[in-house]
T-cell receptor
Framework: DAKTTQPPSMDCAEGRAANLPCNHS???????VYWYRQIHSQGPQYIIH???NNETNEMASLIITEDRKSSTLILPHATLRDTAVYYC????????????FGEGTQLTVNP | NAGVMQNPRHLVRRRGQEARLRCSPM?????VYWYRQLPEEGLKFMVY????????ESGMPKERFSAEFPKEGPSILRIQQVVRGDSAAYFC?????????????FGAGSRLTVL
């Protein structure tokens, strides 16, 4: 699986959009970009994933650059409950591929 | 539709005892992954199982740790002769298939404390 690079920490004001960047310059054509988060010591929570196209769901939007070497997770209206560690993970399409978690970005949403 | 269920949520063992952690995947999911998170550290992959088969155990310590996912019943992660360094949160995830397009859904975790 391709390696990802994320800033270790970010701050965001409550009610504003949180834009979390991820660099995955060695991504292959058959690798997906996944985003998970872990709130305090809870189990990781799936947010969104995509292959080539931008994706949106009820939680967030995922913007993948045309060359697929980077992506941005957007939380449109951050709340205090969005404070968590956010993980950007590249995952192969191949059989049985697991998720490999890196250090992630600690997002702190401030009142 | 219940999510991934893990039990016990908290387990205390003394050094040398055995710990058994259970994971019931989401309904219809036949693929299970176990992860460990040591205090103040990241999530580390341990093992990937399908029904009755271990597919990838590359992250599992070679000694004292074993995992199974029988035809009937939950997946079990077993730690024999526990040591203080085994104190951690153990998370289980399940997925519908082995495709990279399928989401892994995680449970709330089992927190093992070794005295």
């Amino acid at each position: 699986d391709a390696k990802t690079t994320q800033p270790p920490s970010m701050d965001c004001a409550e009610g504003r959009a949180a834009n979390l960047p991820c660099n995955h310059s060695t991504i292959s054509g058959n690798e997906y970009v996944y985003w998970y988060r872990q709130i305090h010591s809870q189990g990781p929570q799936y947010i969104i994933h995509g292959l080539k196209n931008n994706e949106t769901n009820e939680m967030a939007s995922l913007i993948i650059t045309e060359d697929r070497k980077s992506s941005t997770l957007i939380l449109p209206h951050a709340t205090l409950r969005d404070t968590a560690v956010y993980y950007c993970i590249v995952r192969a399409e191949t059989s049985g591929s697991r998720l490999t978690f890196g250090e992630g970005t600690q997002l702190t949403v401030n009142p | 539709n219940a999510g991934v269920m893990q039990n016990p949520r908290h387990l205390v063992r003394r050094r040398g005892q055995e710990a058994r952690l259970r994971c019931s995947p989401m309904k219809g999911h036949s693929h299970v992954y176990w992860y460990r998170q040591l205090p103040e550290e990241g999530l580390k992959f341990m093992v990937y199982l399908q029904k009755e088969n271990i597919i990838d155990e590359s992250g599992m310590p070679k000694e004292r740790f074993s995992a199974e996912f029988p035809k009937e019943g939950p997946s079990i992660l077993r730690i024999q002769q526990v040591v203080r360094g085994d104190s951690a949160a153990y998370f289980c995830a399940s997925s519908l298939s082995n495709s990279g397009a399928n989401v892994l859904t995680f449970g709330a975790g089992s927190r093992l404390t070794v005295l």
